[in-house]
């Protein structure tokens, strides 16, 4: 039998979701939210994960709870800004198709300064911190609670698109997402966006009712 050393790596499965469904005030989650997460971690019974992260935002805190609470196992919850809710990357305006270029940053524009001037070096930690392979020989599974634009940057980057590819990117309320970052391979992109865990009522992405399913 060969001893493993610590030089050695072993595969991540990194589960993504969105949270659930936030009030208007963004205060927490509607009752269909929370019905949303515990039916996400009813789906994600019986995954061994190490750990949950969790944004600080209280509708992801919230999510990440109720899904914590499905589960057999008892993984710890892990808050952190990197989880959080940001703009990941703003593009130049010649990264962006000429026709929109102009409306989509005026977009981007309008949100908070912190989450435009703090969202690279964030998003650069949230790559850092919860991709790529794990030292050692045993596989990892954990489960990172987030927000859209976070999804889209994870995906994007396992994809190796241009980095302006974050956005168009839409990810439904608890759906789940799962990235497999196995030693010496790309990046896998298991499942996107998928919603097979939630009735039809609470499949929801922003964008029009025909694309919800």
Request: charged share 25%; aromatic share 6%.
């Amino acid at each position: 039998m060969i001893t493993p050393t610590t030089d050695e790596t072993s595969t991540r499965h990194l589960y993504i979701t969105r949270h659930g469904e936030a009030t208007p005030d963004e205060s927490g989650l509607t009752p269909g939210g929370r019905r949303q997460a515990a039916l996400l971690g009813e789906r994600l019974r019986g995954i061994p994960f190490a750990a949950i992260h969790h944004g600080p935002l209280p509708r992801a805190e919230q999510t990440a709870t109720l899904i914590s609470e499905a589960l057999d196992s008892n993984p710890p919850l892990i808050r952190s800004a990197p989880a959080g809710d940001y703009i990941p990357y703003i593009p130049h305006k010649e990264e962006l198709p000429r026709e929109t270029a102009d409306a989509t940053l005026e977009r981007l524009a309008q949100f908070p300064e912190a989450e435009r001037e703090n969202g690279p070096a964030l998003a650069a930690e949230a790559l850092s911190r919860f991709t790529g392979p794990l030292p050692g020989d045993e596989p990892r599974h954990e489960l990172l609670v987030t927000h859209n634009f976070l999804t889209a940057w994870l995906v994007r980057a396992a994809l190796d698109a241009p980095p302006a590819r974050w956005l168009g990117l839409n990810h439904c309320n608890a759906a789940l997402t799962v990235i497999r970052y196995t030693p010496g391979r790309p990046a896998s992109l298991v499942f996107y966006n998928d919603m097979r865990h939630l009735p039809e009522e609470l499949r929801w992405t922003g964008l029009p009712p025909e694309l919800r399913a």
